[in-house]
């Protein structure tokens, strides 16, 4: 231990020290020992996971499972991998993010800088829908999508999404911007800056940390969304998330753990990606709407 | 016709009325300074002129022109807030200019202004920088930047001193005059503290709870307060106000400081003192500044009506310029400015020289000066 540490902690006697850190310790093996199953189970062949331990190291390496999970698996009746699954995921999250975020950005934007007589109903009538069980609104939302001609597409669960995250992301944004100094529109205002010009030059410059924590808790969401990908859509159509419950469904014969395991590391890889690249700012954001500036 | 007007202004939240009929003028190159305590409206009334606040009545014209309606980038304004209001994820160079790139000025005329004006302010080394770079008084300096860069008709401040320390505040104090001095631009200025009122305008305008207390030059205000709220408001230490009776003693008319217990005091009213002529038992409040008040030596040669008032020190303030003496009269505190050498101790009974020519008097039941 340097002589800093010892220096920030004074009057902490070392037992503590190692109690709590030796817990912590404990819990994070805890966590993390699913996710090493996971991934050594994915990297062994099916006969070495039959007569091996859960826990060991796989003794030959293989990718072929994670191939096999990408392009072959059976899926359902189609045998073509979950790929083509992870691709409408992906083309049904960036949009569903990148339109949620925006129209939050400009939603908080709105409800604290450019008040209106009644802002306060309209944003606790937003707020109702972080709050509101999903399926509850299953039926009735089934129902518009049909009216739509957007049942079973991606576009469909787009739109959903989108309404569903709106609450969210307004929220973010909006108490984000409450602490924005009003003088500063004020000034822009006599600059000659108009409603679009405020936004674009000086209120979305000064977005960087809560744009990083919307994009992140939307994309988590929207991604590992299960309820409205198997209920919206099916088939082909499925997200991510429904093919990966239809992989581990669909038997013939043996029961592929390896393959399994690997359609899972897989579905839960850009989630972790987009936490491990932005994470840092996700803490600083969260931590920046607490203090005000 | 005056270069701004303000004609039977009011403005209303909802149930409650923040101004209630104003109605002022600004002559070009005039220095107008709105001063009171918080909450009096004086912030709002700018913020209309400014048209950052609709108005719920009345109309305010510049040369002649009605502005009511304009937006707050059409009225050929230019405003220094509080805070400064620079932007933070702009340079200082891009805070200045930012109104004339909204306004489509080309960059080079647009380089060239800044140029001049931080020039003018003495910036010219951080126009790279950042707001967040700067200290508290060349934020200040930046957000006047920004302001003179227009060159507008009008200039508005929004108390810009308040946000800093004492000495930065008299120095920009100065600044600001002097900027007024040179471009002779009309300017409106917010500020509660009295002061600033007193040192910068050319006209103040003393506001309470959204009405026009009184409107006069800086003299006048402070010599002939039109009430016990201005004469109370401005001056510090402020106004004495003590209460007396009108009396009549041997067909004159004499001013009696009823004290209470002790011997009632009389002096003889200098015919001056009041606008009209004063009524036997008139109860009154006489107004007298701290300054006319003073040892015998100091009291002014030149005044017609220096009455000699013996009291008891209570305490004694060394100030360093002056020394504040204060003591008991009329049943109140008084406080008198004496010179600071003036030799002076708490518990002693000393004669108090009060320049009447300086006093005034109100009426108790209505506050106004009579």
Same mark, same amino acid.
């Given at each position: 231990m340097s002589a800093a540490t010892s220096s920030s902690t004074v009057g902490t006697p070392w037992t503590s020290r190692i109690v709590v850190y030796g817990l912590l310790f404990l819990f994070a093996l805890f966590f993390l020992a699913p996710l090493y199953v996971m991934l050594v189970t994915s990297f062994k062949s099916l006969d070495e996971i039959r007569d091996g331990n859960m826990m060991s190291l796989p003794k030959a390496v293989t990718v072929a499972p994670w191939l096999k999970a990408w392009g072959e698996a059976c899926v359902g009746l189609t045998c073509a991998g979950i790929k083509g699954y992870f691709r409408n995921s992906v083309l049904m999250v960036v949009p569903a993010v990148a339109i949620s975020t925006a129209l939050g950005s400009i939603n908080g934007y709105v409800l604290t800088k450019w008040r209106f007589a009644g802002h306060k109903w309209v944003f606790g009538l937003m707020l109702f829908a972080c709050f509101?069980?999903?399926?509850?609104?299953?039926? =009735?939302?089934?129902r518009i999508l049909g009216i739509l001609g957007l049942a079973n597409?991606?576009?469909?669960? %787009?739109? *959903?999404?989108?309404?569903?995250?709106?609450?969210?992301?307004?929220?973010?944004?909006?108490?984000?911007?409450?602490?924005? =100094?009003?003088?500063?529109?004020?000034?822009?205002?006599?600059?000659?800056?108009g409603f679009f010009q405020?936004?674009?030059?000086?209120i979305l410059p000064m977005s960087g940390p809560i744009i990083v924590v919307t994009v992140i808790f939307q994309f988590t969401n929207i991604w590992n969304d299960f309820l409205f990908g198997s209920s919206f859509t099916?088939?082909?159509?499925?997200?991510m998330t429904v093919a990966l419950n239809n992989l581990v469904n669909?038997?013939?014969? *043996?029961?592929?753990?390896?393959? &399994?395991?690997?359609?899972?590391? %897989?579905?839960?890889?850009?989630?972790?990606?987009v936490y491990i690249l932005a994470g840092r700012y996700f803490v600083r954001g969260l931590m920046a709407g607490a203090v005000k500036g | 016709m005056a270069f701004l007007e303000i004609a039977g202004l009011r403005k209303r939240f909802g149930s409650l009325d923040i101004l209630k009929g104003i109605d002022l003028d600004l002559d070009k190159g005039g220095f107008l300074v709105l001063v009171g305590p918080s909450g009096c409206g004086k912030s709002t009334l700018l913020n209309t002129i400014a048209g950052l606040e609709t108005i719920t009545a009345g109309e305010i014209r510049v040369e002649g022109r009605t502005i009511n309606e304009l937006h707050p980038s059409k009225r050929d304004i230019a405003m220094v807030f509080q805070s400064y209001a620079l932007y933070p994820n702009m340079t200082v160079a891009g805070n200045i200019g930012f109104g004339m790139e909204m306004r489509g000025v080309p960059k080079e005329e647009r380089e060239k202004a800044i140029q001049v004006v931080a020039k003018t302010l003495q910036i010219g080394h951080l126009l790279d920088r950042r707001p967040s770079q700067l200290s508290g008084g060349q934020r200040q300096r930046v957000a006047m930047g920004r302001a003179l860069v227009r060159n507008p008709k009008l200039f508005l401040f929004d108390e810009p001193l308040s946000n800093l320390d004492a000495k930065l505040r008299v120095d920009m104090r100065v600044e600001i005059k002097r900027l007024h001095a040179t471009t002779g631009t009309t300017v409106v200025y917010v500020t509660h503290d009295q002061i600033e009122a007193m040192t910068l305008a050319t006209k103040i305008a003393v506001l309470k709870e959204g009405e026009l207390q009184q409107v006069g030059a800086p003299a006048e205000i402070y010599n002939r307060p039109a009430n016990l709220f201005v004469a109370d408001f401005m001056g510090s230490p402020a106004m004495n106000l003590i209460k007396a009776r009108a009396d009549e003693q041997n067909g004159r008319m004499m001013i009696t400081f009823v004290n209470g217990g002790a011997k009632d005091i009389a002096f003889p009213a200098p015919a001056t003192i009041a606008a009209k002529p004063l009524a036997a038992g008139q109860d009154l409040i006489l107004g007298i500044r701290p300054e006319a008040i003073t040892d015998r030596d100091g009291a002014d040669r030149h005044s017609k009506a220096i009455e000699i008032v013996d009291a008891k020190v209570e305490i004694v303030e060394p100030a360093g310029s002056d020394t504040f003496v204060v003591t008991h009269l009329g049943g109140k505190?008084?406080?008198?400015?004496?010179?600071? &050498?003036?030799?002076?101790?708490?518990?002693?009974?000393?004669p108090f020289a009060f320049n009447l020519d300086k006093a005034v008097l109100f009426d108790p039941g209505s506050g106004k000066r009579l």
């Open positions: 509101i069980p999903f399926q509850s609104v299953l039926i =009735p939302m089934a597409s991606i576009l469909g669960l %787009i739109v *959903v999404h989108v309404i569903y995250g709106l609450g969210f992301t307004t929220l973010f944004f909006r108490n984000y911007y409450e602490a924005f =100094p009003n003088e500063l529109i004020r000034a822009a205002q006599i600059d000659g800056a405020i936004f674009r030059r000086l099916s088939g082909d159509g499925a997200p669909t038997t013939t014969g *043996v029961k592929e753990y390896n393959v &399994d395991m690997a359609g899972a590391m %897989i579905a839960a890889l850009p989630t972790l990606l | 505190e008084v406080t008198a400015r004496m010179r600071s &050498d003036a030799d002076v101790k708490a518990g002693e009974t000393m």
